[in-house]
Each structure stands twice: as structure tokens, then as C-alpha cells.
């Protein structure tokens, strides 16, 4: 059970959020491999400048994610890969997305290489935005050399991710080359730069400050953020905190 508490929220490099506190609270089960979670977001101040809405507190999101997970290969030099698949169904307002939830296929593949960890996702849409996105990430945690509950050591995490997109609907993600539209946008988006310090303060709760950067990969790709991020901007910087409690 966790709660970030975050500046902006951005997601896969489009601001949905505008000069507002976010609250995202998220409950995830999990039992050999199988997962379940739901997700929301919590707008303090909501003002999406697309459909003219006045500042005002409001609950906008609400996903559900099932998944399942499981180790393809044990090792020394890779200590592990895994494979995962599952769905997720993204209830979304439908002020702010007129055309309806999302539904995504997700597939992946993750290897702990010992020094860092990879890994590639694909997620598939099925509803009403079709089309691929495609995710790149690397990461590494390192252990700080002094502990805090426990013996557990306070750890930061550094990582990066980048991402692609392949859409098919021109409605929701425009090749903006044009004056005149009339296809889809497909190609590099958006990449994504953070750091998370995890200090565990009890057995079971975890306090982690987060700061990330998001960037437009250029091109159309700076074009479309910019005229669908609710700030009007195509790079963002956001910094929060989470705090989770786990057995």
C-alpha cells in the first residue's frame, strides 16, 4: 500500500497535470508470480486548458493492472530474467478524455545483469487509441553505506527510461509535421531521467523521495508534447515523495 505525493504528473512525457499537487495512491496483491493493483490520480487543483475547466479539486483517473510474472533463467553473470504479461484498464474522466478509457496489453522481458538491470516492455491498445508503446529502461540501486531500521540500508535508485511510440489514431496523437495532419504520430517520444532514495523507516514502511526529468526526443515527437502536455511544454521536472507499506 503506497501513496506518491508529487509536483506534476506526467505520463510517457505528456503533462496531465497544470500547476497543481498530485496525490497517487496504489494497492497491489501479489502471490506466486500473479499480481493485481489499482491506481489513481488526485488533481489538487485541476485545469486542463483543452476543455476549458475551472481549478478544482478532483479524482481524474482510476487503473486497474493484473499481471503475472515469472524468472525464465537463474545465473552468476545474469543473476535473472523474467518474463511478464497482464493488462491494464485505465478509467479515465470523461471531461478530460472524451473519447473513452484506455485498455492496454502489456508484454516484457527484464534481466538483473548483476551491475544493473534492463528491461523492455511492450503495451499494446485495444480500445480506443490504437497502437504500440514501446519501453526501454535501465536502472541501478545502489546500497548507501549506513542503515536505518532494521539493518536495512538506505539505497538509491537511478535509472532512465525511453520511450516509442506507434500509434494508429490520429485524433489522439497527431503527426504534427503538417499544418493539415492526417496521420498518426509514430517514432521516438519521450525519454526519462530519475533518481529514488529509499529510507526504510520501519519493518514494514518506506519513505522515498523521487525527483525525474522528462524530455522530448525531438522532432514531431517535441511538436505533439508540447501541444497535448497541459502546461504547453515538452520537457518536464517534477520531484515528490512516496511513502509504502509492505509485508
Known sequence: ???????????????????????QPSLTFGYK????????NFDTSQSNPFVGTSRQAKWNETDFTFGYS????????????????????????SVNNPQGDSFE????????VNWFKLA???????????GWWLTFGISRVFELPF??????????????????????????YPNLSTSNPVE???????GQFYATLNVPVHKYVTISP????????????????????????HNHVYGGVNVTFAY
Open 120 to 130: 523492455v516492455t511492450a503495451n499494446q491498445e485495444v480500445l480506443h487509441y490504437p
Open 1 to 23: 500500500l503506497g501513496v506518491d505525493l508529487f509536483s506534476q504528473y506526467v505520463w510517457r512525457g505528456f503533462a496531465l497535470s497544470r500547476n497543481s499537487v498530485v496525490f
Open 210 to 233: 523521487k525527483i525525474g526529468f522528462w524530455y522530448a526526443a525531438g522532432g514531431n515527437a517535441t511538436t505533439l508534447l508540447g501541444a497535448s502536455s497541459w502546461d504547453s511544454q
Open 33 to 40: 508470480g500473479f499480481s493485481a493493483n489499482v491506481w489513481g
Open 105 to 112: 496489453i502489456y508484454y516484457g522481458l527484464a534481466a538483473d
Open 147 to 172: 542503515k536505518i531500521q532494521d539493518n536495512s540500508n538506505v539505497s538509491v535508485e537511478l535509472g532512465h527510461n525511453f520511450i516509442f511510440l506507434f500509434s494508429r489514431d490520429q485524433v489522439a
Open 70 to 93: 515469472r524468472d525464465l533463467y537463474t545465473g552468476t553473470a545474469i543473476k535473472s530474467i523474467s518474463a511478464n504479461i497482464g493488462v491494464i484498464y485505465y478509467a479515465l474522466d
Open 184 to 190: 498518426a504520430f509514430s517514432g521516438p517520444l519521450a
